[in-house]
């Protein structure tokens, strides 16, 4: 832009015009450009909130707030040979009001009990069956103590409201300060957490029996859906002729990838529980609902990965003498595995955090064993987030979260895994 | 004898039979002179076996296990009194549902009967007799092939053609499974749409005004009788898709541009996979963040400038979901953008136009089919997204636009009609596939028409 030359040439117009104009289209360049780092940041700050929500409300349940009893094993009402029958819940109250002599009326013990949990006496129970010598001693045991203490132990609740909008009357709290400074009540990791199954108290609630369904589930996905999709893909790629049938195949895949899940659900409702009967449920069910969700990503990612063999490989081989199969299964095949164990994980991944079709086959009902087995009904870990997130009292919104966290743990050790083999294996031909 | 065992013999079986078409073809080999004059290597022999041994088992073995206890179902209905039979098919249903569950043990509604205790135990006995002719029929088939093999196997058996044969055929098999799911969709779907069009005309469906689901159960109930209109329903839907388009659209398509276009590779590396873990978050997560967190912030918010926001609105619902099509719609967008030959954009700069004007008046233009088609994906998952509205957005059917109020959609409207306890053949429940029909169908076109649009798109400048 030499305004000399330009004027010299007696064309002054074109260049003044340009010129005039250049301030506002940087300015405009600028705003462009501003618009698009903030479409990013606006994105990055939504994924630090959703994980700092998270975080924020969830790792407190990974502690639990316990109240340590002193329990005198009675030898004269726990007989060894019949524990099963024995009076834990008694016990737990006789030590538990022996720390209050104050406390001598029916109401207000009847307050003090429903500090402790419904599963102290469980806890006493399992204590005593695994240590049966202690029969006779006196035994210090933490049990756990009720949501609503936990919730205000850890601070979700505000002690200064008035007593109508707690959930804890003054002499409950008078009581919980009493333990705070006889150092009776502490958190504790949060053991049950990882080992109970469902439960309608929260403080009892654990991600087991989720996690175990989700094993079971994921397991018949991965065996049904990792051999059926590596067989599709070599076939649409490496076998099928270019005709009618496989681009009704081709189009068929690619359509049922951009299926909703929910409508897998309905399929499987309609299809392998009022007409295969499968146990309603059940992570078979779950599992085969899964596969058919997941198959189009794996074939999708495994003929991408069979495309990007180099011909020369298969032409080599063929010009050995090979026959086709042989040729794609020592040779391709092999060269193609990691990519396609990659897009496996991926949907393993989709399939580990799907809830909707799950729903659908009744994954959702309220189940407190653990699955043993495929048939049993189970819920998912997914699924008992949904559960969970639906109850109202304020110590499950905690224990949500910490499943969360623990489910998106799994995708992370998962998708990493599907990165390291990508970056391990990739090949650039 | 379970159907596992079943499994795990057959497993076994053609374990045995692959050692023992092996060990024959070297026998016969050895005959003729060592196993150069077999036509194909021993291995061949054996797979050849356990492929005969296995395949045929496995197959009857599925579709036994498919039909087994719809078969045995029928047979204990046959067998049950006159007065039960005589009733209604859905009692008879759960009457049904009282024999498996003494079957196997968990606790019957209703009181004890006689008739039904001896109902289960007829069906345990024919599902015993079940499993035990299936073992054996696994057994003799495996036996079999076995056999017959082991007199076929000679030094000119095609054995590795054969083998190359199955394994043909199999790999066939398992590429039409895509063919069968569809199928299976559109039936099953479609069958119990038709039952609900029997009973709801399909113009008051589709063109009514009012949803309320809730039917009386008994004839003597007093309560709703139903209105299946679902125009306030699809008004709810393209509502919060709209709201997610809003928000995702820009969004996705300017982080697109930004990453293709302006950033650098290091920036590029930090933010596409933070990007892309937006994408691997599951849907029930984010259902629980628009309950729990947006919600009450746009409720808080509202009260505050003085706007009556109902705790479940459109808005919380809608700005979530478009938060998680973010990735969707950047992820394709980029890849759109980068097929552009860079020729155009040499091309366009050389001409003095800034990089913003190359990207708009150049860039965008070329790339807008792919960009089309992207949208339209991403459309067609706002509309059959399902955890996040179930959790954040409500059930009332209002017809209404504004974002504030409570709508209800599609998807959420499947899962209330079909979670929980109900009869199978109540209008109800069947309402819930004929949305479903629905909801396929217009996924299908969006996607058919996207594929479409992208992939001519593709072709353009290959």
Redesign the interface.
Known sequence: MNKETNQSNGSVRTADL?QKGLAR??K??KR??M??????I???L??A??FV??FG?GYTAFQQTAIELDIFLDPSLLNPNNLSGADFNGLVKTSFFKLFPEVTDRGEKKKLLSLLSSGASYRLSDFVKTHPDKIGQTVSLFVPADDDVDMLIKGHVNRNLPETERRLDNLQLSLINTLEKQAKIKKQFNTTFFTAGDSREPELAGIRGATCGSFYTLLITLVLSF???V??A???EE??PKNRFTD??E??????A???????G??G???FL????LPRSSSLAGGIVLT?MT??TI?IAGRAALKSVPPSIREAALGVGA???QMVAHHVLPLAMPGMLTGTIIGM?RA?????PL??IGM?AFIVDIPAGFTDPSTVL??Q??LW??SPERAF?EK??AA?MV??LF?VVM?SAAVFLRKKYEQRW | MTPQTALIALLLLSTAGYYLGRKRAMAVADKTGGPKTLHSRPVYYGTLTALWCAVPALIIFSFW???E??VI?NMVISKLPESLQSLPADRLNLIMNDIKNLVSGNIVSGEDNPALQAAADYYQYLRSISHGALFVLILTLCIAAVSVLQNRIRPDLRA?NH??KL??Y???A??????F??I??VL??L??SIRFFKIIPLHEFLFGFKWSPQMAIRADQVGSSGAFGAIPVFTGTLLVSAIAMAVAV??????A???S??ANRKFRAF?KP??E??A??????????A???VSPIIRDTGALIGLDVSSESALAAGLVMG?MI??FV?SLSDDVINAVPQGLRDGALSL?S????T??YIVLPAALPGIVGGVL?AV??A?????IV??AAGLSANMTLNPLKTVTTV?VQ??TL??GDQE?DSPKTLA??AL?LL??VV??IL??I??YVVRKYREQYE
């Open positions: 340009v289209r940087y405009t360049e462009f450009r618009a698009g780092l903030c479409a990013i606006f994105s990055l939504c994924l909130g959703l929500s998270i409300s051999p059926i999709g067989a599709a070599v076939y649409l076998f099928a009704v195949i189009v068929n895949i690619n359509n049922l951009a299926v909703p899940s929910i409508v897998f309905l399929l409702l309609a299809v009022n007409f295969f009967e058919l198959l189009p074939i026959s086709k199969t991944a580990l955090g799907e809830t909707a729903l659908m959702v997914p699924v987030i949904f997130a639906d919104m949500t979260s969360i489910l998106l995708l998708n | 296990m498919m039909f206890s719809t179902s590795r083998v190359e394994i043909y199999i790999l066939i398992c590429s039409t499974l895509a063919i799911t569809t299976g969709i099953s779907v069958y119990e820009p969004v996705g398509l300017m982080s541009i930004y990453l276009e302006y933010a933070l990007l873990i937006l691997g978050i599951p849907t029930v997560v984010y259902g629980f963040f309950a729990l967190v938060v973010i990735p950047s003095g800034t990089q913003s004007e990207i708009r994906l067609s998952r509309i059959g997204e399902t955890m179930v959790m998807t499947i899962v079909l979670v199978f819930a596939f479903g909801l396929f996924t299908l996607n058919v996207a594929l």
